[in-house]
């Protein structure tokens, strides 16, 4: 059974930071990419960054030099360190992994940014 289980968000300010973390189980994850994905409120999903197999990372123009995305495939976990917060990043961000042609999505974790 695939879980993705989101941690880490919550309250900061403007400016400030926050660590999200998403540990997996029920995949090869070392051989998967992970994506992080944000929805706002009446917003559509929206992908944040994403991680190849290999550590190569790749970042919406949105997020690009704040947002920083690592794994650490010992742990099957995934990374998503975010600096320079502002109130546009208030969102649900969601942790997801395409397993074997079929997309599975964490629970979600709200991150609200306080100007």
């Known amino acids: 059974q695939v879980r993705l289980v989101e941690r880490g968000g919550g309250l900061a300010q403007a400016g400030g930071s926050l660590r999200l973390s998403c540990a997996t189980s029920?995949?090869?994850?070392?051989?998967?990419?992970m994506n992080w994905y944000r929805q706002a409120p009446g917003k559509e999903r929206e992908l944040a960054a994403r991680?190849?197999?290999?550590?190569?990372?790749e970042y919406a123009d949105f997020v690009k030099g704040r947002f920083a995305i690592s794994r650490d495939n010992a742990w099957s976990t995934v990374y998503l360190q975010m600096n320079s917060l502002s109130s546009e990043d208030s969102a649900v961000y969601y942790c997801?992994?395409?397993?074997?042609?079929?997309?599975?999505w964490g629970r979600g974790i709200q991150v609200t940014v306080s100007s």
């Open positions: 029920g995949i090869n994850f070392k051989i998967y990419t």
């Open positions: 991680i190849f197999s290999n550590g190569t990372a």
């Open positions: 997801h992994v395409r397993h074997r042609g079929s997309p599975f």
